[in-house]
């Protein structure tokens, strides 16, 4: 996996991680973008997630307003992402439409 950074948001009072993920090919990251991005948040407030995805690299930027729902939220999506990697490696390389 690819440099990840922890920062508080000075002015808004938010906590902020971001994971840059890199995959063989853009098809893989889009695989991997769309299995994940049904997920969401149980909780209605303090966390926001954003993915994208620019050529093969997954991001995922989490917004939180407490370090124990972030470490929450990334945890859970760490083993989301996991089992995402896994079941590709299984099944091997996306077949082109």
Avoid at 40 to 46: S, Y
Wanted: proline residues 6%.
């Amino acid at each position: 996996m690819a440099a990840t950074d922890g920062e508080r948001k000075h002015e808004t009072g938010k906590l902020g991680f971001s994971l840059d993920v890199p995959f063989p090919s853009s098809r893989e990251a889009v695989i991997a973008l769309r299995s994940l991005s049904p997920d969401r948040e149980p909780r209605k407030g303090g966390i926001s997630k954003q993915l994208t995805v620019t050529g093969s690299t997954l991001s995922v930027r989490w917004s939180a307003d407490e370090a124990r729902i972030l470490r929450v939220s990334v945890n859970s999506f760490l083993d989301h992402l996991s089992l995402v990697m896994e079941t590709m490696e299984a099944f091997g390389p996306p077949v082109s439409q």
